[in-house]
């Protein structure tokens, strides 16, 4: 010790200071380093889209869910700027980034976070519905230094609730105007002052009855979609022979038209199944009434059956409108209609086919449709053979 002076003294004890203070600050980075990457791990592998944006609005950080969402690769948007990229848009198409973007906006204004929904445009020209939430850096003087953006896929909440405003309107329509029979003949023939005859009373009387079958069938099917939605569907099965069900459901519906001519081509011998009479007989009379009213210049509707060692083929063809390729994979969805201007003019609430599909699954069996735009539609179903029919 006696070879220390005091300056070296000093010295050592600033440097083992130094030393401590190198030491903590190496723990401290290597601390932030990890803290930087997990954060970023989390950012990058979340959910939900994820960008980052300077104060030129160019796009500094693009996680995987952007990258999935929008088609663009990170490497294509680094530093590109996001309004001209994305382009958020309202719903009629007019853009919303330089007219109500939160980096445009004072502190006053703005504030920390800003929710906007819109549509921003894909790499392959397609759009989707999004909203879009900002988290805002500002500098003391309350300018934007850059942003961290949720972009959340709002599409299908946006198709829900587009579907719940159709349905609406298709079920007002669907019931108000019945209604609105049944109270104008029941007005009319309850008026103390109408001295009717009885074929007067008859057609009146029909005509309120026929309204009200036409209530009912709404009612009906309302009723069975929310039963096979919350599955408590059940299924009291028999022998079925599909042929003598085909020319119960054909001599029912002929009476609704006289344009229409009908077929029923079944093989000989055609095998019975195992299924509930009622729905079976609901599937081929929501298939048929389609062949009807999606054939509104007529023409020949045929019911066919095939089968082979293990299950049966019914099928139901029309030369009506037809069905655009577009939308024949969504014609089982719930409240779907098909989207053409002939299609439209036909009543309905959007639930037959979904009815089909969810009956003949509920059998073990599936559905499928093919469609020439303008030259007809065919309805095919597929029912196991079982053991026991």
Not at 102 to 124: H, V, Y
Not at 192 to 204: D, F
Not at 312 to 328: L, Y
Not at 375 to 386: C, H, I
Request: with cysteine; net charge negative; proline share 3%.
């Amino acid at each position: 010790a006696a070879s220390f002076s005091n300056l070296d003294r000093l010295v050592l004890a600033a440097f083992a200071e130094q030393a401590a203070v190198a030491v903590q600050n190496a723990k401290l980075a290597h601390f932030l380093a990890e803290e930087k990457h997990r954060v970023e791990s989390i950012l990058e592998n979340s959910a939900e889209g994820i960008m980052s944006i300077d104060a030129k609005r160019r796009i500094r950080g693009f996680n995987a869910a952007m990258q999935a969402m929008t088609g663009y690769s990170r490497e294509e948007v680094l530093g590109r700027e996001c309004f001209r990229l994305l382009n958020l848009q309202d719903m009629e198409g007019r853009s919303l980034c330089n007219r109500q973007c939160p980096m445009l906006m004072n502190s006053e204004a703005g504030g920390a976070i800003f929710e906007q929904q819109g549509k921003i445009r894909t790499k392959d020209g397609q759009y989707i519905d999004v909203a879009m939430v900002y988290s805002i850096i500002r500098s003391p003087e309350g300018k934007p230094i850059n942003a961290v953006v949720n972009v959340r896929d709002i599409s299908q909440l946006r198709e829900i609730e587009n579907l719940r405003e159709t349905f609406l309107s298709m079920l007002g329509h669907e019931l108000q105007t019945p209604l609105s029979i049944i109270k104008g003949y029941a007005s009319t023939l309850s008026r103390n002052e109408g001295r009717w005859n009885k074929e007067t009373l008859r057609q009146g009387l029909s005509v309120i009855e026929e309204e009200s079958d036409r209530l009912g069938k709404v009612m009906n099917k309302l009723i069975l979609a929310s039963r096979m939605s919350t599955g408590t569907l059940t299924l009291n099965k028999e022998p079925l022979h599909l042929p003598s069900l085909a020319s119960k459901v054909v001599r029912r519906l002929q009476a609704v038209t006289n344009i229409h001519t009908f077929e029923i081509d079944f093989v000989p011998d055609f095998p019975s199944v195992l299924a509930e009479p009622e729905l079976m007989e609901e599937v081929l009379t929501n298939l048929v009434e389609n062949a009807i009213k999606y054939s509104p210049e007529g023409g020949r509707i045929t019911i066919s059956g095939r089968w082979d060692d293990n299950q049966v083929r019914v099928t139901v063809d029309d030369e009506g409108v037809g069905i655009p390729v577009r939308e024949q994979e969504r014609i089982f969805e719930r409240f779907y209609r098909v989207d053409v201007e002939q299609a439209r003019k036909v009543q309905g609430v959007g639930l037959g086919l979904y009815i089909c599909k969810s009956i003949i699954e509920a059998h073990g069996g599936k559905i499928e449709v093919s469609s020439r735009p303008g030259k007809g539609s065919r309805f095919s179903f597929v029912l196991p053979l079982e053991e026991g029919a």
